[in-house]
């Protein structure tokens, strides 16, 4: 897993800003902050396509985009990507909301909280697979979004996110 920036202030106000009506504003502004890191053009590099973490359907909804997409969208306009598999990994329409859960509680319902659709596992089966997100707070989207790629026959699966909760003995370090 690769994040580019701690998810604290200011850029913890940014990230929200994404989430919102006017995501892909933000989007724009904050994708180009992953080319200035010498690791995400080989990360884009060595993968045979990249999808984002998907929302449920009434997340989905509610917000009218999902930020991940959005970000990836706007750095693809930016930077040469692997191939997009929007629709290869989807979120389980029943899945709780992890971000009101404590982390053992998190990675206690990441069971069957993503799949790979069968019409879409020819799609990564085989391929190196890079999985975007906006936020990575405990890392349990991103394991269940890597046990269902895997489990669908992806050879393998990383992960690029652009922020991170720091530990909390890193609490208050800006990147």
């Not at 909301?97 to 319902?109: D, T």
């Not at 990575?136 to 393998?156: P, Q």
Request: proline share 9%.
């Amino acid at each position: 897993m690769h994040a580019r920036l701690d998810y604290v202030h200011p850029w913890r106000a940014l990230v929200l800003g994404l989430k919102g009506a006017g995501g892909s504003g933000w989007a724009q502004v904050l994708a180009p902050l992953w080319l200035d890191d010498p690791a995400v053009p080989t990360l884009l590099a060595d993968a045979d396509a990249w999808l984002p973490v998907p929302l449920s359907p009434a997340r989905l909804a509610q917000r009218g985009h999902n930020q991940a997409w959005t970000l990836m969208q706007a750095l693809a306009r930016q930077h040469p990507t692997p191939a997009a598999l929007p629709e290869a990994l989807q979120r389980a329409a029943d899945a709780p909301v992890l971000h009101h859960l404590g982390r053992a509680q998190r990675l206690a319902a990441t069971d069957h909280l993503m799949h790979v659709p069968p019409a879409q596992r020819h799609a990564v089966q085989g391929r190196h697979v890079l999985v975007v997100d906006d936020v990575m707070t405990t890392g349990a989207t991103l394991t269940a979004a890597t046990r269902a790629l895997l489990d669908a026959g992806a050879a393998a699966v990383s992960a690029l996110v652009l922020a991170r909760t720091p530990a909390p003995d890193d609490a208050g370090a800006a990147a």
